[in-house]
């Protein structure tokens, strides 16, 4: 078979990209490792940066969004047992949405397949080919099991960290910056009502705990653990010790309990693949890049990166040439790397560190004392957690 844009991935990347190139009216096809249901029923993130949002409203996908999703007008630092609040809205003017990342794949795979879109799902990537010549093609064993083959004018990997696209840019041709973090996070779903109306995000000498919300009966949180644990160490009883602990205060701030019925352990590191680009491949997304989960800015990237490829394709497929896609990549690391600095610095800002001294942990309260005193400072955090315009 044969399409204009070839995309690997249906995550938040690879279904925003076919609904945007839609609009310009040009031809992709989706191929996908994991079945519909699956995709759909995957908890991952909860976090929409007000641009994120926006650039859902303007491709029509975003009215289930606006019903069921919840506006977050600030969050919560939480230190020295007691809460200090950014307030997204009064320094900015935008807010934050809390919509799962499941509800927002549910909205963009129905979306596509109203369009008539092709989603080819259970299709494997076994061979990514040709990318530097001018015809790619994509070679794959559907979900029958057959040996198929999709040409393409330009392939678009947004198959996430261990998809075959990044792997396709030859080692030579590319630089991985990688940091690894010696923690992880513990998170769980729990059925309780919630604790708290906006995000509580807690340093504790203990470790990081935050604490989230999925729906008004179903609460996220997770707590700061060592990355090689495993959940089954952890009882439902000692979770909530750990959690409890960690946001004790003079306050009485206590978290509503409930019975915990999801527990997994997310690994925590800060990627970059540069360049984005060999030939005719695009790395979009987690495929290209990843960052530790504090602030909630991996699919909002996913979200960047595709609005920049869509404009750079437009061009392209409007005849005139690959300049703005050979300036794809610059374009869209500038926000990446942002976002880098951004997942860093809350991380660094809000975990324990081992082997931390004592001038470290002064320093690092210190800094949040900075952040929600000073206007100035408060601002910085809470324009990037809303999400700077696109252009
Ligand atoms: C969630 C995850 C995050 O990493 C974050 O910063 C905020 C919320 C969540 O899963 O709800």
């Not at 210190?366 to 999400?387: D, I, K, M, N």
Request: net charge negative.
């Amino acid at each position: 078979m044969r399409t204009q844009v070839g995309i690997v991935g249906a995550g938040p990347a690879g279904l925003l990209l076919s609904l945007m190139l839609e609009h310009r009216g040009i031809a992709s096809v989706i191929i996908e490792s994991r079945d519909r249901a699956a995709i759909e029923a995957t908890i991952r993130a909860g976090i929409l940066e007000q641009t994120t949002v926006d650039l859902m409203a303007e491709l029509g996908v975003a009215d289930r969004l606006r019903r069921e999703g919840v506006v977050h007008h600030g969050t919560i630092l939480r230190f020295g047992g007691q809460n200090h609040r950014i307030d997204f809205e009064g320094l900015t003017g935008r807010v934050a949405t809390l919509y799962p990342q499941h509800e927002v794949l549910k909205d963009l795979i129905a979306a596509r397949l109203a369009q008539g879109g092709e989603i080819l799902f259970g299709a494997k990537v076994t061979e990514v080919a040709d990318v530097a010549a001018e015809r790619p093609v994509l070679r794959f064993t559907d979900a029958e099991g057959a040996a198929r083959e999709l040409h393409c004018d330009m392939v678009v990997g947004a198959d996430g960290s261990y998809g075959a696209c990044r792997p396709a840019i030859p080692t030579d041709k590319r630089k991985d910056y990688l940091r690894i973090y010696p923690f992880g996070w513990f998170g769980i779903l729990c059925e309780a009502p919630p604790s708290s109306e906006e995000l509580v995000y807690a340093r504790h000498e203990r470790g990081f705990a935050l604490i989230s919300s999925r729906t008004p009966e179903v609460q996220r949180m997770y707590f700061q653990c060592d990355p090689n644990d495993s959940v089954e160490n952890w009882s439902e009883d000692q979770i909530w010790a750990e959690l409890q602990a960690r946001i004790a205060g003079e306050d009485g701030f206590r978290l509503k309990e409930g019975r915990i019925f999801q527990k997994n352990i997310v690994p925590m590191r800060s990627f970059v693949c540069e360049p984005m680009q060999y030939g005719r491949l695009f790395l979009a997304g987690d495929a290209a890049h990843a960052v530790p989960p504090t602030g909630a800015k991996g699919l909002n990237l996913a979200a960047s990166d595709v609005w920049h490829l869509d404009r750079a394709l437009g061009a392209f497929f409007a005849g005139e040439g690959m300049a703005r896609l050979e300036a794809y990549t610059a374009t869209a690391l500038r926000r990446v790397w942002r976002a880098q600095h951004f997942s860093w610095w809350m991380t660094s800002m809000l975990h324990r560190f081992e082997g931390a001294s004592e001038f470290d942990e002064r320093r690092q309260l210190a800094e949040l004392e900075l952040v929600t005193t000073s206007r100035a400072a408060a601002t910085a955090l809470a324009e990037t957690y809303v999400g700077m315009p696109y252009a």
